[in-house]
């Protein structure tokens, strides 16, 4: 079993949509933030990654609705590495309510990592490294 | 080859962020309204089918990014059924810049066909009709 | 009286919130537009000033809500300039259903109009001269 | 002096926009969540608050900005009652970076307490007791 990283997240109104239920799209938004933090505790924070000249473009994502989560909803994000090649790396998100075992939402993201110049490039070693405990992969 | 429906979008500045891109979860508020005007335009307004009782929560979806829009591109979003069964309904949209034959984003959207008691049920007929045109599959 | 520009916007669920109603802030986001085909309309797409150097960030906006629009509704956007000042731009615009006369909400923003250093610079005079006949001010 | 509130709130990819800059109508949304933890920290989360039959909609709100915020900025939120009336209720808010002293943006948003029929009523006494310590006016 790999780690899991854990963020939480305060469900706004301007999550939600008139079926009284976060927007669809809105927990990508939710998944963002989460490996944003999940980045910045292994100790490369996204905005130092990109300054040091490595972009991470959405190449595909994916979700999966389960239930759904509501106003002022107290949200557990728990991300792990789904896959790491060596120019893509694909970030899972379980949403689930804060002391819940129900999985909402599973949100899968994979970025492939280019140069500025918008190419491919190899993930960093040093990222790499930091996330290899949190892989779900054999 | 089904046919398609097509309609067109704007990019605002809501819309990008940093990147000078459209922010990747925006790309379903984009499919969303390709989807409505669909509905619409086959005689069946998404208002008016949850006001008969038949709603249609999202259980999956997913985007492929092979491109990206930048602020104020015209869009052109082309639109058809995946696939169409008893209780579930998956649009397919394309959204490319108008006038080019380059695919920026494919978003596909499953919804599922549900009472206001959140149970499953069966598509309505008409709808069902009305969409057949569009349907790829055999 | 000044001229009006006219422009249509439709509510799409992501535009809602969980009381049914377009989100307060949301109401910015299509003034946005607004503004913007405005621009176009008279001859000055907004990208293509920025592309000239000159930029417009927001430096005050107000919002005044009468009503409120609900999902699916067909909205008409009236904007007026509220005021030109050598390097200022008030754009008001005044939001309701299409085809009523009661107002929703008025959004009022005004731009600064800066060079690429972030300084102040006067409002080049073609688009000035493009925005008078929409001048409330004597 | 009345007492401040304060919240912190990390900048997102979701909220910037292509001037690299937090979108101007998305610090309405941040002074949302702001205010929602002020309420629920004074003891009446707003959840609650709707729950007994009370609604707040926004009847006005302006936005000045003096500066800006970027993506992953750590903002501090400082809130207070700038007004406190029958029936109206309004919140300022300063957003600023997180130990800095420079404010970048005040966001002011005036609610109206309404029944759940929409008509103007009086705020509830234990609501307006809590915020009395956080009042600006004499």
Redesign the interface.
Known sequence: MPEFHTTTY?V???D??????V????Y??IA??AR??FLRDVGH???DIEASGC?F?????????RG?A???DLLECRSHIGAMRHATLTFVTDIRRAGSDASLVVAT?ELACVGENGKPRVIPEALRDALVPYLAEA
């Not at 927007?23 to 809105?26: F, P």
């Open positions: 305060r706004s109104y301007a939600t949509d008139r079926m009284d239920r927007y669809y799209a809105n990508f938004v963002e933030r944003t933090e924070a996204y905005k972009l473009p959405v190449r595909n994502c994916h979700a999966r609705y759904y509501v106003y002022d993201v």
